[in-house]
């Protein structure tokens, strides 16, 4: 748990980091030890400046992290389109995506992206990977009554970005 709190010390001292912390007011909860408290550390593997960026807007974030380094984030725009990133890890197995799924190389182990099939006029692709003994997922969904192509054709590079970073923070 000190890693993770020295991590988060060094990270809150980057310009971006002490610029996104003045704009940022949001509640997230962080389990620790089997119980939740409330506290505004924010998401271990990606940055909610990073979150606006990539989905185009302000976001809220909800994040639950355990002292294991497991946990969820989720990022969701707040205006406009609605669109939502979830990075789950894990020590254990996560869905990945099938075989035959696009390989990525330099993102963690085992790297694949895939389209997830259809709910409720939603569109989302995943990256699935492994660092080390942690397996984790990027989700990015458009929420649209009709999904937008956007998401489907155009949100390859963007959904890999993000993956990239996460594996980075990972090691």
């Not at 197995?93 to 182990?109: E, Q």
Request: glycine share 10%; proline share 3%.
């Amino acid at each position: 748990m000190w890693m993770w709190i020295l991590i988060l010390t060094i990270l809150s001292l980057a310009p971006a980091a002490v610029a996104q912390s003045s704009q940022s007011g949001y509640g997230q909860k962080s389990t620790q030890a089997g119980s939740q408290t409330s506290s505004h550390i924010g998401c271990p593997w990606f940055t909610e400046g990073s979150a606006a960026k990539m989905l185009g807007g302000g976001v809220s974030v909800t994040a639950s992290v355990s002292n294991t380094g497991e946990g969820s984030c989720r990022f969701a725009r707040q205006q406009g389109p609605s669109t939502s990133l979830e990075i789950l890890v894990s020590k254990n197995s996560l869905h990945s995506c099938p075989a035959g799924s696009v390989k990525l190389t330099g993102i963690g182990n085992e790297a694949a992206e895939c389209r997830l099939p259809a709910s409720h006029g939603e569109a989302s692709k995943m990256v699935s990977s492994r660092v080390r003994e942690l397996h984790f997922t990027v989700t990015l969904t458009d929420h649209a009554q009709r999904a937008s192509a956007k998401l489907m054709d155009g949100e390859d590079d963007v959904l890999a970005q993000i993956a990239e970073q996460v594996a980075g923070n990972l090691y």
